[in-house]
Structure formats: C-alpha cells, structure tokens
C-alpha cells in the first residue's frame, strides 16, 4: 500500500495551492482517503476525507469554505484545494487511508486510519 502526496511548497498569504494524493496497493472504493496536518509545535488535526464507496466528504469545520477535496477515480488519486491560505495553515500535510466501512462519523476518520503518506510541506508566508 502507498499513499504518496505532492503539491506543497510556499505560498503567499492569501494564494492557492492544490495538493495531490496518489494511492496503490488497495482497492479504492473499499477505503476512505483523507487529509491530516501538523503543524510546528502542535497536535495532528484532521482536514478532510472522502469516500467513493458512498461519495461522502466531510471536513474539519474551521475549515469549510477554504479547503475542498475532490478525487479522479481514473488516477486513484485525491486532491485537496486550498484556498485564501493563512500563515496558520502552515503545516505538514499528511494523505490517510482507512477502511470505509469503518468510516462512518468524523471521529472515525480521526481514529482510524490505517495507512500514512511520508507528508508534503506547505509554507504559507504573511
């Protein structure tokens, strides 16, 4: 199994950047993929995640309106848009995948997720 983001980089206060999430090794309509972040000096948070299976999508609530997650099912790949970045969204990005079926509410999504992306580095600059 592999998760293998890209995208990040430094972006200026109030910029876009998308980042991608390219997935093998597991049938993607059997897993929910999402997005976490960490940054500097603080707790991992959950961002967002996506189900094929049902074509669920939730998001952290402090970040609706900002971030969108989309997916290409042709490529197994997972797209986190983020707009009108804020230095605070400075972080570490990490793609997550866990079982759909065991993904039901967002506590789920935060718990339990099985397979990890090595991350991606999004600097945003005031």
């Known amino acids: 199994v592999q998760l293998v983001e890209s995208g990040g980089g430094l972006v200026q206060a109030g910029g876009s950047l998308r980042l991608s999430c390219a997935v093998s090794?597991?049938?993607?309509?059997?897993?929910?993929v999402g997005w976490f972040r960490q940054a500097p000096g603080k707790e991992r948070e959950g961002v967002a995640y996506?189900?094929?299976?049902?074509?669920?999508?939730d998001y952290a609530d402090s970040l609706k309106g900002r971030f969108t997650l989309s997916s290409d099912n042709t490529k197994n790949t997972v797209y986190l848009q983020m707009s009108n970045l804020k230095p605070e969204d400075t972080a570490v990005y990490y793609c997550?995948?866990?079982?759909?079926?065991?993904?039901?509410?967002?506590?789920?999504?935060?718990?339990?997720?099985?397979?990890w992306g090595k991350g991606t580095l999004v600097t945003v600059s005031s």
């Open positions: 996506t189900k094929r299976s049902d074509g669920t999508t």
């Open positions: 997550a995948a866990g079982l759909a079926r065991l993904t039901i509410t967002w506590w789920d999504f935060l718990l339990g997720m099985k397979y």
């Open positions: 090794g597991f049938t993607f309509d059997e897993y929910a």
